[in-house]
């Protein structure tokens, strides 16, 4: 083990025991690097790789604290290991995707709250005010799309499904992007679609959301199998 895995994993452990707590100041870096038994230099190398994975936070002139340790920020390294598994075929990161977010929809249909419930419609209602509009603002549809998924992923109620389909989602985003703009008819066929989950989250029906999120997800993987390599999304989205 190198000296700078023993910084990774001395913080790590640490953390574990109680010793930092989300948010907490370490100590300066003479005192931190005699606990662990490593020298400053190896201490720094650490800590910057400890900022990648998002466990510290090092501000300039302040010092370096623990992150809030949220689940989302933590898995956000596992982006790499998704875009490095989907080159030779999106479907399998589309096939991880719909079983993570059914799996949201069918936990949120009794946790999610009415005040979500009423700002997912708001966000369903001006979705069907730009598709009856020419041209449309494929960008801001995009931006709903986001927004609507992640609201039933927050209602899960589970920090963790929330990382792993932040990560799978927004490597979805120039497929789906590209089937905004190009494919006929797709923005009114998605906010319907959006539409009848929503239905059944307001219903309260764990089965039936899992079950429209389904039919909702599988439509969009059978219409991005004909996305070409060198698809063209005019600068395509970022997000989660």
């Known amino acids: 083990m190198s000296r700078t895995d023993e910084v990774v994993n001395g913080i ?36 910057s790789a400890l900022s990648i994975l998002g466990i510290v936070n090092i501000r300039q002139g302040d010092g370096t604290y623990i992150t809030n340790l949220d689940a989302p920020q933590l898995l956000a390294p596992m982006g790499f290991v998704v875009d490095f598994q989907g080159q030779g075929d999106p479907r399998h990161i589309h096939t991880v995707r719909r079983l993570l977010e059914c799996e949201a929809a069918r936990l949120a249909a009794t946790r999610i709250t009415d005040e979500a419930l009423a700002q997912a419609g708001e966000l369903l209602d001006e979705a069907a005010r730009i598709a ?15 927004a609507f998924h992640r609201i039933i992923a927050v209602h899960a109620d589970n920090p963790v499904l929330v990382g792993l389909i932040e990560a799978f ?33 307001v219903a309260r029906d764990p089965e039936r959301a899992r079950t429209r999120m389904a039919n ?3 439509g969009v993987e059978e219409s991005l199998q004909e996305l070409p390599d060198d698809a063209d999304t005019n600068g395509e989205a970022a997000g989660p």
Do not use: C, N, Y
Request: no cysteine; aromatic share 2%; net charge positive.
């Open 132 to 146: 009856g509009r020419s041209p449309q603002d494929h960008e801001r549809i995009m931006e709903i799309d986001i």
């Open 169 to 201: 989602a927004g490597r979805t985003l120039r497929g789906r992007l590209w089937r905004s703009l190009h494919e006929e008819g797709a923005d009114r066929r998605t906010h319907d679609e959006h539409v009848a989950i929503l239905k059944a989250l």
């Open 12 to 47: 790590k452990r640490m953390i574990l025991e109680g010793t930092f707590k989300p948010g907490d100041r370490l100590p300066i870096e003479k005192d931190l690097a005699e606990s662990l038994g490593v020298s400053r230099g190896s201490l720094r190398e650490g800590m």
């Open 216 to 218: 909702h997800l599988i």
